[in-house]
């Protein structure tokens, strides 16, 4: 019996907000990626999330290996945009004081 040698593709789905997740689980590939560079195993990596299977944490490491640039360069994009939001949410939403003004609301719901 020959082995038949054929050419998976990697376990990766993008969403429509353009996130890369691992099959079907909700796992980013910049979790997956972060961890690996963290010097994390593939085994570990499936120990901390325990919805991945073994063998698309270890497809996904060889795309990352294989595809370095383009995967960094997707990950340097998505961090830019989680900057953005974090931006547009600090002005919307001013965390000076936030702490103090959440310790009054309740000091004056006790009052009552």
């Known amino acids: ?5 054929v050419a998976e593709r990697a376990p990766l789905e993008i969403t429509v907000d353009g996130v890369v ?8 590939l910049d979790t997956v990626v972060a961890v690996f560079k963290q010097g994390a195993t593939a085994e ?9 299977n073994l063998a ?5 490491v060889a795309f990352y290996l294989n595809h370095q640039q383009e995967v960094e360069a997707y990950l340097q994009q998505r961090q830019q945009q989680a900057e953005e939001i974090r931006s547009m949410n600090e002005a919307r939403f001013d ?11 309740k000091a004056s719901r006790s009052a009552c």
Request: proline share 5%; charged share 25%.
């Open 21 to 28: 997740l691992l099959g079907k689980t909700r796992v980013t």
């Open 1 to 5: 019996m020959a082995l038949a040698i």
């Open 44 to 52: 570990e990596i499936v120990y901390r999330y325990p919805s991945l």
């Open 56 to 60: 698309d944490v270890y497809s996904t």
């Open 95 to 105: 965390p000076q004081g936030l702490r103090d003004r959440l310790l009054a609301r």
